[in-house]
């Protein structure tokens, strides 16, 4: 776990403190070296941060179905009670190195995750994940509810557990990396039991349109030396739906790949260059995309996160405490 994340999104609405949890590892069978394991489901995996991470950690395998015998996946109890004694409530990315509901992790796990989240109202849990049927499945079933409860009262002890079912600082989500995926995961979200449920649209592939229904859309470019570029208008499409329809939008990043008009609006006439000067201009890699917009590679940190001039960073509000994020 990290207390302290760069995840700008996973922050707490009100104390703006940020952390990532993983109490869910893996074993590496033969370096015997801990990291994480997962598998990926779709386009949006190609790159993945937690993939290229392994290695450094000892545990040098691919995020493919072959490898999943190389590794044993377990719960790591400093991990899972670090939590507990964080006492500035903090908004938690659970699991931002794997995916809680991949089918490496076994239901009893998952118990263990939510009874601690159960236990810490303190704090906004951010539960992220590309397999929102398990997520569905796992939420729906009243015998989980009965063995969190169960679970959470023997981890307090002597301490009252007020538990309340979906767990309200608890927030569901799922990624989607284009409307294909939106369609097939923000549904299964929509009928999972949760206190707010979010999407986040990142690495943004093709263009999406999203249902008002959801609570809070995140948008952010792929980052990483594969990094492909995202269209800018995808991004503008989504922030312009989310203000139609007064749902929250947090533009976490370009990635990348940024705009050209963006980087310098009143700079060098990009647009006026041919693809080769381009290709020269202080080193920068080019994309030329359709509509007339000009892509270019600077890196995350100077692409930075500005739309059209403007930072957004709104969260949903958090309920009967009358404080929230907002733009
Ligand atoms: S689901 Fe997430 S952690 Fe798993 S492979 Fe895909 S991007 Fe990586």
Redesign the pocket.
Known sequence: MADGTKIEWARHPVTGAGASWNPIRARNLETGKIGHF????SE??RN????RWQPRFGNPVR?VEQDRKKVEIFVDAKALFQPLHWKKPRGIFVCD???LF?KGVSDDMIDMVFAVMALTPQHIYFVLT?RPARMREYLSDPKVVRRTYELACNMAIAHDVKFIWPIPNVWLGT?AEDQTTADERIPRLLATPAAKRFVSLEPLLGPVYVSERIDWVIAGGESGPKARPSHPDWFRSLRDQCATAGVPFFFKQWGEWIDADELWPSGPPLTFLGAQELAEFEGYQFQPQSSGHTMVRVGKRQAGRTLDGKTHDAMPALANRGAGGGE
Do not use: Q, R
């Open positions: 997962c598998v990926h489901v949006g995996c993945c941060y937690a993939e995020f190195m794997s995916d991949d590309k990624s």
